[in-house]
């Protein structure tokens, strides 16, 4: 697509929103407030791509364990399931976070104000407790920037507050392969104090072979009132989880059995997590024109991790073996001051902070054998190969202004300069394997800009603009090519440059979004080799990814509700490269391959009917584009459409609430991939996803 393509399209989106859009009788639509570095913001008049998915959405006719039951309807996002809850979701913005092998890269993701990434731009989704979870916001676009290293986007994830009066909850579910949620829940309020604490168990054998898990989630809220200017609330969070990992399958043996795991079985291929965290949140108004917020977090995350690395791989005396033993204590502080004044007569607000986030590791690597020959054991723990103290850091001043500088106009600026140090203490020193000590310091000014146009009372339209980068992750760090020791500091961070135009129009009862959007990036980290579970990065150049998102959104006083999402992406390659790098023949890259991971184009379509009591009935419908496995763009995942079909039941009864439903996935037993295992060195591609599926629910709950 061509700049003047972008423009035109940009030009007839706005036109036809424009034109649809009444100047008068605006329609009262439900006013949604999301958060932002300078505060709270009323969603439809942000210069930025920006969605919320409350409550209703996140819990009814669902299961209730993964952010990919429910944000389907979000443009712009890829949640892709790998029924592996060893690796967590494969979650995408605009193609940012396509290339992880596991976890979440390229898109920050922070659960009631505390990063769930890591300084090192690493996260993970396993602690969302969505049966307590009040509503997830999705950023995309040049603003993500303002959130720092690794924000190609931002999803934001609030634990609902207590309310009066008290309320005690259970609710069970079930479904295909062996599934079981287990939840309970108790809130309330009384005076100046609130209160919510859930915990739910959920267990699987799983879609295919060994991919069994258990999860346990314990979540708490606390909030204290404690002046009519100042309050305070206290979070803790605690996830417990042990999973077989069933690992890719190459494209025969998806086509023979996509349900097998041979490889797996064969090593015990399996993770289990740790953690616990907490933080704390002060909230104050100085005066009506001035705000402080102060937040403080602290958390320690355990991982052991099999993997299937043959012993022979192992040989080597630079080898780190085939188990991962991970201790992580993390910590950090988000200070932020707000003013609201006048800047020449106009109203002015500026919101300026610091953020300071610290990572202590300690990483460990083990044979994953004992013994020799007839009598060796795989998948056990055997001998230390590895030893290693890791620190990560970073500190980010922040500052953010909107200034209302004229009638119907609104510019928005922010900067945000952005220090990442990596330091690395090499405790493994044996014979050839010496001492692989080092460290690394990645800086970066991320300014982001918008300008906003109040075209009527029911139109926006905005252009915005920024700039972003993302330094390599510890575990991308953590492997050099060649199997050669110590971690790969010749790996630079990638800086990208957005742009976007976009327009919100509230159309006959409904609300109509869109947005055009490019962005070019520099030094992409891009998978070079992947085998065993263990993956090393590269550099590769120049890339782009450049589309355009449309959604819509349609509630009526008689409870029906429609939703449309649609997302065309085309993201590749600029420059073409080698992988793995250095360039040897059959391993060249050619510049305009599609970049793997991700689907040019997805749909989503919901349409049903939920009144507050009584029946509830709903459909949708879900669609992706082809997925590109590799570089080469000579392996991918065919595209498909799923139907999904619920029913529910709601009845209120004196202080008593009960709920029930049923839900059918994949009607249609469609055989399909839900991820790809990007650069997978054996050609490991596929992680399958079920056929035809049932989910069945009840819950129960009691006001006192």
């Known amino acids: 697509m061509k700049r003047t393509t972008v423009a035109a399209v940009s030009a007839a989106l706005a036109a036809t929103l424009h034109a649809q859009t009444p100047i008068d009788d605006v329609p009262a639509l439900r006013a949604v407030t999301v958060s932002t570095p300078r505060g709270a913001a009323t969603s439809f008049d942000m210069p930025a791509s920006v969605d919320l998915v409350d409550r209703q959405q996140l819990r009814d006719g669902k299961l209730q364990v993964n952010l990919s039951e429910s944000m389907g309807g979000v443009p712009g996002l890829q949640v892709q399931n790998r029924q592996n809850y060893a690796q967590d979701l494969q979650i995408?913005?605009?193609?940012?976070?396509?290339?992880?092998?596991?976890?979440?890269?390229?898109?920050?993701?922070?659960?009631?104000?505390?990063?769930?990434?890591?300084?090192?731009?690493?996260?993970?989704?396993?602690?969302?407790?969505?049966?307590?979870?009040d509503r997830v916001e999705v950023l995309r676009g040049p603003f993500s920037a303002l959130y720092g290293n690794s924000s190609?986007?931002?999803?934001?994830?609030?634990?609902?507050?207590?309310?009066?009066?008290?309320?005690?909850?259970?609710?069970?579910?079930?479904?295909?392969?062996?599934?079981?949620?287990?939840?309970?829940?108790?809130?309330?309020?009384?005076?100046?104090?609130?209160?919510?604490?859930?915990?739910?168990?959920?267990?699987?054998?799983?879609?295919?072979?060994?991919?069994?898990?258990?999860?346990?989630?314990?979540?708490?809220?606390?909030?204290?009132?404690?002046?009519?200017?100042?309050?305070?609330?206290?979070?803790?969070?605690?996830?417990?989880?042990?999973?077989?990992?069933p690992l890719g399958l190459t494209l025969a043996q998806r086509d023979a059995d996509p349900r097998a795991a041979p490889l797996a079985n064969q090593y015990d291929t399996r993770k289990t997590v740790d953690q616990t965290q907490v933080g704390l949140l002060y909230e104050r108004r100085i005066d009506a024109d001035q705000d402080l917020r102060l937040m403080l977090y602290g958390g320690d995350r355990r991982t052991t991790q099999f993997q299937s690395i043959p012993p022979s791989a192992q040989a080597s005396a630079l080898s780190a073996g085939g188990v991962i033993d991970l201790q992580r204590r993390y910590a950090g502080f988000d200070a932020r001051y707000t003013l609201r004044t006048a800047l020449a007569g106009r109203p002015f607000t500026v919101s300026t902070g610091l953020v300071y986030d610290t990572l202590h590791e300690q990483r460990r690597g083990y044979e994953n054998f004992l013994g020799t020959g007839a009598a060796q054991q795989l998948g056990v723990r055997g001998g230390l190969r590895r030893d290693e103290r890791n620190e990560v850091g970073n500190v980010d001043p922040y500052v953010q202004t909107r200034w209302d500088f004229a009638d119907r106009w609104t510019l928005e600026a922010g900067l945000r300069h952005s220090t990442v140090r990596f330091d690395s203490d090499d405790r493994y020193l044996r014979g050839i394997n010496g001492d692989d000590s080092g460290d690394a310091r990645y800086r970066k000014?991320?300014?982001?800009?918008?300008?906003?146009?109040?075209?009527?009372?029911?139109?926006?339209?905005?252009?915005?603009?920024?700039?972003?980068?993302?330094?390599?992750?510890?575990?991308?760090?953590?492997?050099?090519?060649?199997?050669?020791?110590?971690?790969?500091?010749?790996?630079?961070?990638s800086v990208n440059r957005s742009i976007e135009l976009g327009a919100k129009a509230r159309v006959a009862d409904g609300l109509l979004t869109g947005a055009v959007f490019q962005t070019r990036t520099d030094d992409?980290?891009?998978?070079?080799?992947?085998?065993?579970?263990?993956?090393?990065?590269?550099?590769?150049?120049?890339?782009?990814?450049?589309?355009?998102?449309?959604?819509?959104?349609?509630?009526?006083?008689?409870?029906?509700?429609?939703?449309?999402?649609?997302?065309?992406?085309?993201?590749?390659?600029?420059?073409?490269?080698?992988?793995?790098?250095?360039?040897?023949l059959g391993n060249a890259i050619a510049a305009d391959n599609r970049i793997p991971g991700i689907a040019k184009q997805s749909f989503f379509a919901s349409f049903g009917y939920a009144p507050a009591e009584g029946w509830r009935a709903g459909?949708?419908?879900?669609?992706?584009?082809?997925?590109?496995?590799?570089?080469?763009?000579?392996?991918?995942?065919?595209?498909?459409?799923?139907?999904?079909?619920?029913?529910?039941?709601?009845?209120?009864w004196d202080k008593w609430e009960f709920n029930a439903f049923a839900r059918v996935d994949n009607v249609t037993d469609r055989r399909t991939v839900g991820s790809v295992i990007v650069n997978e060195g054996n050609a490991r591609y596929y992680e399958p996803a079920p056929g035809r599926s049932w989910t069945v629910g009840a819950g129960a709950a009691y006001r006192f």
Not at 110 to 128: E, F, H, R
Not at 446 to 454: D, I
Not at 625 to 641: K, L, V
């Open 152 to 245: 190609g986007g931002v999803i934001q994830v609030f634990t609902e507050d207590g309310e009066a009066p008290p309320r005690l909850g259970f609710s069970v579910a079930g479904g295909s392969f062996g599934s079981t949620r287990l939840g309970a829940r108790a809130s309330g309020a009384s005076g100046g104090i609130d209160y919510l604490l859930s915990a739910s168990r959920f267990r699987t054998d799983g879609y295919r072979e060994h991919s069994a898990a258990t999860r346990d989630i314990v979540n708490g809220k606390l909030g204290v009132q404690l002046d009519d200017d100042s309050r305070l609330t206290l979070v803790a969070n605690s996830v417990r989880i042990d999973a077989q990992d």
């Open 445 to 493: 000014a991320l300014p982001a800009a918008a300008l906003r146009f109040a075209a009527t009372p029911s139109l926006n339209l905005y252009v915005a603009a920024g700039r972003g980068f993302e330094t390599p992750t510890l575990n991308e760090l953590s492997y050099r090519p060649g199997n050669v020791g110590g971690l790969n500091f010749a790996l630079q961070p």
């Open 619 to 652: 459909a949708e419908l879900r669609a992706l584009g082809r997925i590109e496995a590799n570089d080469a763009n000579t392996a991918s995942a065919e595209g498909y459409a799923l139907l999904a079909l619920q029913a529910g039941y709601v009845q209120r």
């Open 92 to 133: 995408s913005i605009r193609g940012f976070g396509a290339r992880s092998t596991f976890g979440l890269r390229g898109v920050r993701l922070y659960v009631d104000g505390i990063p769930a990434t890591l300084p090192d731009g690493q996260g993970q989704s396993s602690n969302i407790d969505i049966g307590s979870a």
């Open 524 to 584: 992409e980290i891009v998978t070079g080799t992947n085998s065993g579970g263990r993956a090393t990065f590269q550099n590769a150049g120049r890339t782009r990814r450049e589309g355009f998102e449309l959604g819509w959104l349609h509630e009526t006083p008689s409870h029906w509700r429609t939703q449309l999402a649609y997302t065309w992406l085309d993201a590749r390659y600029s420059d073409g490269f080698c992988s793995p790098a250095p360039c040897a």
